[in-house]
C-alpha cells in the first residue's frame, strides 16, 4: 500500500476541521484508493508538531514551541501541503512562503487561503507548472460551493460566457436579514458577530474584498483569465440603508452582493457590487449564510449551484475533496512518489 504523508500549516479552526475530517477518513482512503495516508505536521504562526509515523487526534491537542514555518513542514516529509493560514490579497500573506515551498520542491498543494492565491496567482501557476506538483484550491474559492470544480469538470470543453455569484457568507445573511426582518446593518452585524460568523473587523466581508478575492481566483485557476485586484471595481454593502432596502422591496426585488464575470471579445470583465433580483430569480432566494454561482456556457446554457455546508467543516470537506482528486490523479500515475 503506498503512504501519502501530509502536512497542515494553519491551525486555526479550519485547518483543526481539516486535520480531524482527514484522520476520521483514513480507513476510507485505505479502501477506495488503496492509500496509507498520514498526517505527519501540523503548525499553526509559532508552534507545531510532527510524526513522521503519523499523528494522532490526541497529538494535536498539544503543539510545541518553535516548531513552524516552510522549513519544518519541509523537514516533516510531507507529500503534499495543505495551507490553512490567513487569507491577506494585499500581501500574499504567510501562505505565499508555504505554497512557494511547496511547488519549488514538486510537493502537490491543496490552499484554502485566498491570499496567496489573490496575490501571486500566477507566479504561483508558473511554480506548480514547472515543477509538475498539482495546485488545487477549491477552499479557497467558495470552498462547499462548487466553482472551480463546476467549470473544470461538469462543464469542460464548454465556453463560460458569464458567472454570477453569491460567494460571500456573512454579506448574503446581513443582506437577507435586512430584507426579510427589516433589520439595519448595524444590527445584522452585531447579531452575525455574536454568532461567530462575521469577523470584529468585517470590513474584508462587507466591503466586497472576500467577494472578490474568490472572483479573482475563479477567473484565473478555472478560467484562464490573467486578472489582478486592480481590475475588478468592488463595491461592498456598508452603506446600503434601510431606506434602500425598503425602496427594493416595494419593487418585488431582492438585493445580492454578487461577484460577477463576463467575457467580452474573448477576455473577461469582473466586478462586486450589489445587483438586485426580482422573486422568481432563484439568486433572490438565497437565504442566510448560504451561497450561489450561475454560469452560462455556450453549449450546456445556464447551470445554477447552490452551497448550504456548515463551517468549518464544509471548508475541511472541500479541501478533502481536493486530496481525492490528487490521490485519483496520482494512482492513476503513481511514479511521481
Ligand atoms: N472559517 C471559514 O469558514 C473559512 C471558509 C473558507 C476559507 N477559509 C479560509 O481558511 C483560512 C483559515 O481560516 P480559519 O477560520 O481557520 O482562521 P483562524 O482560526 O484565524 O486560523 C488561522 C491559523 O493560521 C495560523 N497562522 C498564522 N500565521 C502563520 C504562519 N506564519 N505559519 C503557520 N500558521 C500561521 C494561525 O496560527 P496561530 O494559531 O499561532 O495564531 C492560526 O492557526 C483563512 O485563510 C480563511 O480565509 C475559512
Known amino acids: 500500500m503506498k503512504t501519502y504523508k501530509i502536512a497542515i500549516a494553519g491551525f486555526g479552526g479550519v485547518g483543526r476541521a481539516t486535520a480531524s475530517l482527514l484522520l476520521s477518513r483514513r480507513?476510507?482512503?485505505?479502501d477506495v484508493y488503496g492509500a496509507d495516508v498520514r498526517l505527519v505536521a501540523v503548525c499553526g504562526s509559532r508552534s507545531g508538531v510532527a510524526d513522521v509515523d503519523g499523528l494522532e487526534e490526541e497529538q494535536l491537542l498539544t503543539l510545541e514551541d518553535g516548531f513552524s514555518g516552510p522549513a519544518f513542514i519541509e523537514a516533516s516529509g510531507a507529500d503534499i501541503l495543505i495551507e490553512a493560514g490567513p487569507?491577506?490579497?494585499?500581501?500574499g500573506g504567510p501562505g505565499l512562503a508555504y505554497i512557494r515551498s511547496a511547488l519549488s520542491a514538486g510537493r502537490d498543494t491543496i490552499v484554502i487561503s485566498k491570499g496567496a492565491l489573490a496575490h501571486s496567482g500566477r507566479q504561483l501557476r508558473e511554480?506548480?507548472?514547472?515543477?509538475?506538483?498539482?495546485?488545487?484550491?477549491?477552499?479557497?474559492?467558495?470552498?462547499a460551493l462548487p466553482t472551480i470544480d463546476l467549470v473544470g469538470h461538469s462543464l469542460k470543453?464548454?465556453?463560460?460566457?458569464?458567472?454570477e455569484g453569491i460567494l460571500n457568507a456573512t454579506t448574503n445573511y446581513l443582506l437577507d436579514a435586512m430584507t426579510t426582518r427589516g433589520i439595519g446593518f448595524d444590527t445584522a452585524l452585531r447579531e452575525a458577530q455574536q454568532g461567530g460568523f462575521a469577523e470584529a473587523d468585517p470590513r474584508n466581508d462587507t466591503e466586497g474584498w472576500d467577494t472578490a478575492c474568490k472572483?479573482?481566483?475563479?477567473?484565473?485557476?478555472?478560467?484562464g483569465a490573467d486578472l489582478d485586484m486592480n481590475d475588478l471595481t468592488v463595491e461592498g454593502i456598508q452603506s446600503i440603508t434601510g431606506d434602500r432596502i425598503e425602496a427594493w422591496r416595494s419593487?418585488?426585488?431582492?438585493?445580492k452582493l454578487v461577484?460577477?464575470?463576463?467575457?467580452?471579445?474573448?477576455?473577461?470583465?469582473a466586478g462586486v457590487g450589489i445587483r438586485t433580483y426580482p422573486l422568481a430569480d432563484p439568486f433572490a432566494n438565497i437565504r442566510g449564510k448560504d451561497k450561489a454561482i450561475r454560469i452560462v456556457t455556450d453549449a450546456m446554457g445556464e447551470t445554477i449551484a447552490i452551497g448550504?455546508?456548515?463551517e468549518p467543516l464544509a471548508t475541511a470537506a472541500a479541501a478533502l475533496k481536493d486530496l481525492e482528486h490528487i490521490l485519483t490523479a496520482r494512482i492513476a500515475n503513481p511514479f511521481r512518489y
Request: glycine share 14%.
Open 27 to 30: 480507513m476510507r482512503y485505505r
Open 87 to 91: 487569507s491577506d490579497f494585499r500581501t
Open 127 to 143: 511554480l506548480a507548472r514547472g515543477s509538475g506538483a498539482m495546485l488545487k484550491l477549491s477552499g479557497a474559492a467558495a470552498a
Open 157 to 163: 470543453g464548454c465556453e463560460v460566457l458569464s458567472v
Open 215 to 223: 472572483l479573482l481566483i475563479l477567473a484565473n485557476f478555472g478560467l
Open 251 to 255: 419593487e418585488g426585488l431582492v438585493p
Open 259 to 269: 461577484g460577477s464575470l463576463t467575457r467580452v471579445n474573448g477576455a473577461f470583465r
Open 308 to 310: 448550504s455546508g456548515k
